[in-house]
T-cell receptor
Framework: GESVGLHLPTLSVQEGDNSIINCAYS??????FIWYKQESGKGPQFIID?????DKRQGQRVTVLLNKTVKHLSLQIAATQPGDSAVYFC??????????FGKGTRLSVIA | DAGVIQSPRHEVTEMGQEVTLRCKPI?????LFWYRQTMMRGLELLIY????????DSGMPEDRFSAKMPNASFSTLKIQPSEPRDSAVYFC???????????FGQGTRLTVV
């Protein structure tokens, strides 16, 4: 799910299917993680968060999974809808340092 | 609450001119962040404040960039003189504390020609 250079990785999903967006975070000391959604022309919007003492958290149609052993975070979106099309960022926080963002993954929902 | 408010939404300026971007954080939030977003580099943290005090400005690209937070409800990011490579979307975000979720404004799209 992380991008390299100019191009964001893109995930194309059929409407109604489930989406899984992955993120590899960098700091083993990070203790708080957030997924953001950014639609075109807008700022990043909070979706769901998870602290390091948990490995799963569910919201409305979204689930975040945390695997601290391999420093991996995923966002699962159930029954993906056209309105879910956006760029998704994971962000990590360590102690009292600010959010560090990944490069993002573009989700494209095919109607 | 209206959320984080940034102005202007769009700014087009000529190289060499001074540019000032403005931000009103969410009331009650103690931390404020300035980010820059480009296709090449993604979201970069430029500087952040806690209780109106600048904590870390190591992300500010050059001395041409400066930021202030004179009070809890207002911050500015200034570029003087501006250059074409400063063209980007600049976001302001605020949070209750350093380690809670940040809420972003709509951003200022800056174009330096």
């Amino acid at each position: 799910g992380e991008s390299v250079g100019l191009h964001l990785p893109t995930l194309s999903v059929q409407e109604g299917d489930n989406s899984i967006i992955n993120c590899a975070y960098s700091n083993s000391a990070s203790d708080y993680f957030i997924w953001y959604k950014q639609e075109s022309g807008k700022g990043p919007q909070f979706i769901i968060d998870i602290r390091s003492n948990m490995d799963k958290r569910q919201g409305q149609r979204v689930t975040v999974l945390l695997n601290k052993t391999v420093k991996h975070l995923s966002l699962q979106i159930a029954a993906t809808q056209p309105g879910d099309s956006a760029v998704y960022f994971c962000a990590e926080v360590s102690g009292n340092t600010p959010l560090v963002f990944g490069k993002g993954t573009r989700l494209s929902v095919i109607a | 609450d209206a959320g984080v408010i940034q102005s202007p939404r769009h700014e087009v300026t000529e190289m060499g001119q001074e540019v000032t971007l403005r931000c009103k954080p969410i009331s009650g939030h103690n931390s404020l962040f300035w980010y820059r977003q480009t296709m090449m580099r993604g979201l970069e943290l430029l500087i952040y404040f806690n209780n109106n005090v600048p904590i870390d400005d190591s992300g500010m690209p050059e001395d041409r960039f400066s930021a202030k937070m004179p009070n809890a409800s207002f911050s500015t990011l200034k570029i003087q003189p501006s250059e074409p490579r400063d063209s980007a979307v600049y976001f302001c975000a605020s949070s209750r504390d350093m380690n809670t979720e940040a809420f972003f404004g709509q951003g200022t799209r800056l174009t330096v020609v």
